[in-house]
Every structure is written in structure tokens, then in C-alpha cells.
Nanobody, 114 residues
């Protein structure tokens, strides 16, 4: 059974930082390309970062230079370091495989507000 458990979200002021974690199970994590997605209120879910098994990365223009994706294959975990957060980053954040998402986890809410 595929499962993703996201954590690390919260309320942060503009300019602040958060580090999200996602524990995966039910997949061969070490060879999977993993992605972080987000869904803001009233908008579609979008891919914002992904990392291959070889640790090549991709970032959406909206987060490039501010967010960093990484992975720990020994712990089946993918991370998202988010810096210089703005209110536009407010969303529910999810991890999943890429390009064929498995069932979604519950996500973790990130709210950027003063």
C-alpha cells in the first residue's frame, strides 16, 4: 500500500523558513523520482519541485532560488527546505512520485502571514 506522510508545515511570517518532510512507504523509494506539489485555495495542485534517484532537481519558476528539495534514501524521506517565504506560498503541500502520482497523502498546511 502506497502511503505518503507529510509534516513540518505551520504558520510563518513573510521572509521566514520552514522545512517539510515526507515519509514514503509502499514504493521502491531509492529509484523513484519524487516531487513536492502544492495546492493553494481555489487553485489546481501544481508541481513545484522534483528530484530524481540520481538527485537531479527541477524547480518551478515560482520557487526557484528559494526552495531546495533533497532526499534520504535510507529513510525513504524527501525534504523541502523553504526560505524567503511569501504569502503567495500559502498552500497545502504534498509529496508524491513523478510523473505518475500515486494516491495523495493528507498534506501539510503552510500559511505565510504577518
Amino acid at each position: 500500500q502506497v502511503q505518503f506522510v507529510e509534516s513540518g508545515g505551520g504558520l510563518v511570517q513573510p521572509g521566514g523558513s520552514l522545512r517539510l518532510s515526507c515519509a514514503a512507504s509502499g514504493i521502491i523509494f531509492r529509484i523513484a523520482t519524487m516531487g513536492w506539489y502544492r495546492q493553494a485555495p481555489g487553485k489546481q495542485r501544481e508541481l513545484i519541485a522534483r528530484i530524481t534517484y540520481g538527485t537531479s532537481t527541477y524547480y518551478a519558476d515560482s520557487v526557484k532560488g528559494r526552495f531546495t528539495i533533497s532526499r534520504d534514501n535510507a529513510k525513504n524521506t524527501v525534504f523541502l527546505q523553504m526560505n524567503s517565504l511569501t504569502p503567495e506560498d500559502t498552500a497545502a503541500y504534498y509529496c508524491n512520485t513523478y510523473p505518475a502520482p500515486n494516491p495523495w497523502g493528507q498534506g501539510t498546511q503552510v500559511t505565510v502571514s504577518s
